[in-house]
């Protein structure tokens, strides 16, 4: 997949994604898309939602442990014919106050122009 075709999906990932639109990501997210988190319980992937149901979950989820995240200088290659790296700094206000500014890097998979599997990593300042 070339850099271009990368980056397109991800600004359609992020409109849907953004907006919690469930029929966004339906367009965008295969039926059985899944989403593993920076951290969690789901050991050894962090935490793991399934679906559009589990997507707008975990942005619910997120909503509830961050008073506010943004992602700066956000970057998309195209890896493979199926696969996406995307780039960026999180930066945000965990609920309880404490602020941070963390690199952050997404290896997603893709099967016919959706999404499959949005496996997150970032670095980690808590321990």
């Not at 271009?4 to 992020?14: H, K, L, N, V, W």
């Not at 059985?32 to 975990?58: I, M, Q, S, T």
């Not at 493979?80 to 930066?91: E, F, S």
């Amino acid at each position: 997949m070339d850099d271009a075709t990368a980056t397109e999906i991800m600004q359609r990932f992020g409109r849907a994604f953004f907006k919690r639109d469930r029929k966004l990501l339906s367009d965008i997210l295969c039926d059985d898309a899944e989403w593993h988190f920076a951290f969690g319980a789901d050991a050894p992937d962090g935490r793991v939602r399934k679906g559009v149901d589990g997507f707008l979950r975990g942005i619910e989820e997120n909503d509830a442990l961050f008073e506010r995240l943004r992602f700066a200088d956000v970057q998309c290659f195209g890896l493979a014919p199926d696969r996406i790296v995307m780039t960026y700094v999180a930066q945000g206000k965990y609920r309880d106050g404490v602020e941070f500014s963390l690199r952050g890097i997404e290896l997603l998979t893709v099967r016919d122009g959706r999404i499959a599997k949005k496996d997150v990593f970032w670095k980690q300042e808590r321990a």
